[in-house]
């Protein structure tokens, strides 16, 4: 649902790093020229912001190239959230490579560029991957102020995925490296999976714990001092550990808690990873358990896809209290992300990528499992509703079945969109159809009644070859909302995304590429079915 205030197998060990020197000094704040130039007073989004066919108005935009996977996001003492991407601002270009680019937001629906902390190619380190903060407040590191903010991160370097840390004296704005630049853990050879460090600290045990991904598990490593790492164990996420269910190559694992209603604390693992074995694709998933006496992960349940749309990846994860965790990801998936998408002029467009609406995070019990459910947060409307409302048995059937007109409306491409399915004769029944139509796009959400399934088919002029195949793909998701007198779907429509909102907080997000300004909503249905819909148009 969406917001009503915002409208609201065993891995052998690893062999240690060599320890820290004790010369080592202190360090000292390092001046950064761009952060200085950051005043109080809010920055408008539009701050470095180059103009794109792809741009969006109520969805963050990336100032130039290429983004990717969200990094920690973390409550700053200005009172902001903090958030990192990755972003290759030389797409395709000398230079290409990824490197860490640093916002900050009060509501999540407005933002401000604050620049690249974490810069590519520099300290040792070459283009990086995903990775993790942890601030200094404990005084794990010694020789770090309290104030420290401390990353760790993967850079794929000629010899394999190592692992670097950095650490930070401005509240998270630049960053120099720690243990002189050296990484503080190696993978074994250049094929090794090792990437994508998730920090936590163990305050039982005073250490710090690493979760890696490796392929098809999470190695968990433990230490002391931040640098030097001992195995601890793994959780294993392959075919033969989850009943059969092949989830292929594990990405971005994080490591959250969250109390039911009943009082209960569960750890959930959170990781992308691939259900093409299941009529999926890439996306994130959770596991929900707990941890063993070495910090190992340990599922008591099989892994659940947190959304269930194709665009939903490289995500990120904030606490915001014991029972509510905050989430952003990135927009794409690698299938097509990367393929040559043509903007108005008909040449490869190379300023790509958004970040998802963020949502709040619950868990609650159903069914005797565990279950999260999603609320988004999305901007004010800027205008009155267009409200509407139809029945089908009024509305012309054509040939093929279906009634065409519960709604056909003519829009701007940024909409918050409410619509409200009732059976005119109890329960739902039929199909229900919502199109959304560009003059280079349509995507179609199609509803099944019967059995709670739905299947969402899009395409676009505006991507070509083998990436167009993929883009196209369809998924069916069995919603388990069969026999219901109602089902209520909201919908966020913005230049290049739409995100579903649908019941017992499910959520759907995808990309949609388009680049035009008009917007046809189509809702139609093959039963006897009423619609209520209200309409808004969303903007900054």
């Given at each position: 649902m969406?917001?009503?205030?915002?409208?609201?197998?065993?891995?052998?060990?690893?062999?240690?790093?060599?320890?820290?020197?004790?010369?080592?000094?202190?360090?000292?704040?390092?001046?950064?020229?761009?952060?200085?130039?950051?005043?109080?007073?809010?920055?408008?989004?539009?701050?470095?912001?180059?103009?794109?066919?792809?741009?969006?108005?109520?969805?963050?935009?990336?100032?130039?190239?290429?983004?990717?996977?969200?990094?920690?996001?973390?409550?700053?003492?200005?009172?902001?959230?903090?958030?990192y991407y990755l972003l290759n601002s030389n797409y395709k270009a000398p230079n290409d490579g990824t490197e860490w680019y640093h916002v900050r937001t009060r509501d999540w629906t407005r933002f401000e560029n604050l620049g690249?902390?974490?810069?590519?190619?520099?300290?040792?380190?070459?283009?990086?991957?995903?990775?993790?903060?942890?601030?200094?407040?404990?005084?794990?590191?010694?020789?770090?102020?309290?104030?420290?903010?401390?990353?760790?991160?993967?850079?794929?370097?000629?010899?394999?995925?190592?692992?670097?840390?950095?650490?930070?004296?401005?509240?998270?704005?630049?960053?120099?490296?720690?243990?002189?630049?050296?990484?503080?853990?190696?993978?074994?050879?250049?094929?090794?999976?090792?990437?994508?460090p998730y920090i936590r600290y163990d305050q039982s045990r005073q250490k710090?714990?690493?979760?890696?991904?490796?392929?098809?598990?999470?190695?968990?490593?433990?230490?002391?001092?931040?640098?030097?790492?001992?195995?601890?164990?793994?959780?294993?996420?392959?075919?033969?550990?989850?009943?059969?269910?092949?989830?292929?190559?594990?990405?971005?694992?994080?490591?959250?808690?969250?109390?039911?209603a009943a009082g209960e604390t569960k750890y959930v693992l959170f990781f992308g990873a691939n259900g093409y074995r299941y009529g999926s694709?890439?996306?994130?998933?959770?596991?929900?358990?707990?941890?063993?006496?070495r910090g190992n992960f340990v599922a008591e349940q099989l892994p659940e896809r947190l959304d269930q749309g194709s665009d939903?990846?490289?995500?990120?994860?904030?606490?915001?209290?014991?029972?509510?965790?905050?989430?952003?990801?990135?927009?794409?998936?690698?299938?097509?992300?990367?393929?040559?998408?043509l903007n108005n002029k008909g040449q490869e467009e190379k300023h790509l990528g958004s970040i998802s609406h963020a949502r709040n995070i619950k868990m609650v019990k159903r069914n005797g499992r565990y279950v999260l459910e999603s609320q988004l947060i999305v901007g004010n409307p800027k205008t009155s509703p267009y409200n509407h409302s139809a029945v089908a048995a009024v509305a012309p059937r054509a040939k093929d079945g279906y009634h065409k007109v519960l709604l056909d409306t003519t829009r701007w491409y940024s909409q918050a969109v409410n619509l409200k399915f009732t059976g005119t004769q109890g329960a739902l029944n039929g199909h229900i159809r919502i199109f959304i139509k560009q003059a280079d796009s349509q995507v179609l959400l199609d509803f099944n009644a019967a059995n709670g399934d739905y299947e969402v088919l899009r395409s676009s002029t505006k991507i070509t070859g083998d990436a167009s195949k993929e883009y196209q793909k369809s998924y069916i998701v069995r919603s388990g909302q069969a026999g219901r007198r109602e089902w209520n779907v909201h919908l966020t429509a913005d230049k290049t995304s739409l995100e579903f909102a649908l019941p017992d907080g499910q959520t759907y997000s995808l990309v949609k590429l388009s680049s035009a300004d008009q917007m046809q909503i189509l809702v139609e249905t093959s039963g006897d079915n009423r619609l209520d819909a209200q309409l808004y148009n969303l903007e900054r």
């Open positions: 969406i917001c009503a205030a915002a409208m609201t197998g065993c891995k052998k060990e690893q062999q240690p790093q060599s320890a820290m020197p004790k010369s080592e000094p202190i360090p000292q704040p390092v001046p950064n020229p761009a952060a200085a130039a950051i005043s109080n007073q809010r920055i408008e989004i539009r701050m470095l912001v180059e103009k794109g066919d792809y741009n969006q108005t109520n969805h963050y935009n990336t100032p130039k190239g290429f983004m990717n996977d969200i990094q920690s996001i973390f409550k700053g003492n200005d009172g902001y959230y903090h958030f690249v902390a974490i810069p590519k190619f520099v300290h040792g380190w070459s283009a990086m991957a995903t990775g993790s903060i942890i601030r200094n407040q404990n005084r794990f590191f010694k020789n770090l102020p309290n104030t420290a903010v401390v990353a760790y991160f993967t850079s794929y370097t000629e010899t394999g995925q190592h692992q670097y840390v950095a650490y930070s004296l401005d509240g998270g704005k630049s960053y120099r490296p720690y243990n002189n630049g050296r990484p503080v853990m190696k993978s074994a050879n250049k094929e090794q999976n090792a990437r994508d710090l714990m690493m979760y890696l991904a490796e392929g098809d598990k999470v190695g968990t490593y433990s230490s002391s001092n931040g640098i030097n790492w001992q195995y601890e164990g793994a959780t294993i996420l392959n075919a033969g550990a989850l009943g059969g269910r092949d989830l292929g190559l594990i990405e971005c694992p994080v490591l959250m808690t969250l109390r039911g694709t890439t996306g994130t998933y959770y596991m929900v358990g707990h941890l063993d006496s939903y990846y490289g995500a990120n994860f904030y606490q915001e209290n014991e029972s509510t965790i905050k989430s952003i990801a990135w927009m794409g998936n690698w299938g097509y992300m990367q393929g040559r998408i």
